[in-house]
């Protein structure tokens, strides 16, 4: 007869208690779409990225549908050093051109997309990666940017190359890939009306994909907890309208004001919500679907 192995029976009981709180949960997210935005720390550390990618095939495995939105760009960098390509950045936007963007593409639509991909299906779910020109799933036009001549005042446009921005996000390859029990993983390069390959920034990718989608959340992984008040505090929760007088005000500055803006076009235009989530935090996206309240902050209309 076989002895039963000894069991630390508080350990076992909290456990328990764990998936019991999180039925609840599990039932709301129930057959819904989740877009994650993968990049920052998240992605640049082994124990963070395993993490991930257990934590993405998990949401599949309980019947969530997750959409991931990968980024790349120390990967981008460390690639052009490699080749003695020089990088310039105009307002936290890499110029891209015609040589640029073939390493852009080479590096996000190849080496970063399929990384990420073997981590969610080593993981246990099937992941398929994919890039934004894969069925002219992203329609891109060039982004235009516009920047004042401190002196004389004038507005003068600026030159990025191939950056652009999602025109149009054809979700059928997306439907197709869910619907068949995989987990899509798209690289943030787009193709235009004649063709050409845009770059374009993860952040936009992932809120434009989550629009399309009717996302229920898009999670943004950040290096950051969240947007903060004006006393460091972390801000659970802000409207469209709070997030508009946020920057109003100076509350919201810097790096994470295109963060939020992303996060109010998503939600403008059909995601349920969008959260601001410190992906330094292991299991980010578990704790902030699957408890009462999460560690980042969400958007809603």
Known sequence: MTEKTPI???????????????????????????????????????????????DVALLKQVGINPVVVHGGGPQINAMLKRLAIQSTFVDGLRVTDAAMVEVVEMVLAGTVNKQVASLITRAGALAVGVSGKDGAMIRARRLTRTKKDPDSNIERVLDLGFVGEPEHVDVRVIHALTGGGLVPVIAPVGVGEDGQTYNINADTVAGA????????????????????????????ELTI??????????????????????????????????????????????????????PGTIIRP
Do not use: W
């Not at 949960?25 to 257990?54: C, D, N, P």
């Not at 959340?217 to 969240?226: I, K």
């Open 241 to 294: 309208a709070d997030v508009e007088e946020g920057v109003r005000s100076g509350m919201i500055t810097g790096g994470m004001i295109p963060k939020v803006e992303n996060c109010v076009d998503a939600v403008r235009n059909g995601a349920k919500g969008a959260v601001i989530l410190d992906g330094r935090v292991p299991h980010a996206c578990l704790l902030e679907l699957f408890i009462e309240a999460g």
């Open 209 to 236: 994909v989550a629009a399309a989608l009717k996302a229920t959340r898009l999670l943004m992984l950040t290096d950051v907890p969240g947007v903060l008040d004006r006393d460091g505090q972390l801000l659970a």
């Open 8 to 54: 630390d029976l508080q350990a076992a009981t909290e456990r328990a208690l764990v998936l019991a709180q999180a039925l609840p949960y599990l039932r709301r997210y129930a057959g819904a779409t989740i877009v994650v935005k993968y990049g920052g720390h998240a992605m640049g550390e082994e124990h963070l990225a395993q993490h991930f990618g257990s």
